[in-house]
């Protein structure tokens, strides 16, 4: 919603300030097609020159999630911390062998089938898993598992910061692109000097639209959204540090409840249930 707000404002304030200072729209209106198919087109295609295939249809379903906001809300994060809770718990009461069953088939099992978003997700089934596996096979140093984890940890927030960093990329080049819209632009007027003043004088109005227009993208629209897709990415991550803490402090000795609740400070705090939400939430899961 308040992407749509910006937008809609981006191009009230700008082009409204232009026409009320007494500018002629005609001019931008007649040079735009141009230009936008030069600096555009460019764009585009250096776009394509300096991405991966999956960079860019990442880079494509990131300009949704820049609307769509998060995808992990408050209910979330408590399935994930409840799902943690109820596997530490089996493996410290139950020992390993009853929690085998649950990691080496996670679709079957009667623990990760109740939470479906988070089996969805297969990073995160992947990432539990593979850790409980490295604590069955007697890997007990909280350090090393640590030091895996958070090696896992950057990986994949490295790979999902490709598509913010290639918007970014195509931000910072489109100023350049608008240059050479531009000067392609005085070329052309360079060509019709004996032309009549105020056809030239609409000849290098036309030929700055590419200026005008490619720090307009790259500042107005493909550099926020490069940032706001960022700041998604980044606020994403911390569903997955939650799996590192839980388990690392479950491996230091803490039972179920305080390795959750270890886990619940790094949850990003618009979506942090309380102390109070998390108890009475593992509390039901306790007496089922």
């Not at 596996?133 to 490295?158: G, W």
Request: glycine share 10%.
């Amino acid at each position: 919603m308040f992407q749509i707000i910006g937008i809609v404002m981006l191009f009230g304030m700008v082009f409204g300030s232009y026409i009320l200072a007494g500018g002629k729209f005609g001019v931008i209106a007649h040079a735009l097609p141009h230009e936008f198919m030069a600096i555009g087109g460019a764009g585009v295609a250096a776009f394509l020159i300096s991405n991966s295939l999956p960079v860019i249809k990442a880079s494509l379903g990131g300009l949704g999630k820049t609307f769509s906001g998060p995808k992990w809300k408050k209910q979330d994060y408590k399935d994930l911390l409840s799902l943690l809770f109820q596997l530490t718990k089996t493996m410290k009461s139950k020992g390993v062998v009853a929690l085998e069953s649950h990691i080496e088939k996670p679709k079957e099992s009667t623990i990760f089938q109740k939470y479906p978003k988070v089996l969805k997700d297969h990073f995160a089934v992947d990432f539990i898993c593979d850790t409980l596996r490295m604590m069955t096979m007697n890997l007990e140093d909280p350090h090393q598992v640590e030091d895996a984890m958070e090696k896992q940890l950057e990986k994949h927030h490295h790979e999902h910061l490709e598509p913010a960093h290639a918007l970014q990329n195509l931000a910072d080049a489109l100023p350049a692109l608008g240059i050479v819209a531009a000067v392609l632009g005085i070329v052309k007027t360079m060509g019709s000097i004996t032309e009549p003043p105020e056809i030239l004088g609409g000849m290098i109005g036309g030929a700055l639209v590419g200026t005008f227009l490619g720090v307009f993208l790259a500042y107005g629209l493909v550099g926020p959204f490069a940032a706001r897709l960022k700041a998604i990415v980044d606020e994403e991550a911390a569903y997955y540090k939650i799996i590192q803490s839980v388990l690392v402090a479950h491996l230091h000795g803490n039972a179920a409840q305080i390795s959750v609740e270890i886990g619940r400070g790094d949850i990003p705090s618009i979506a942090q249930p309380s102390f109070v939400e998390m108890e009475e939430t593992l509390n039901n899961i306790t007496n089922d």
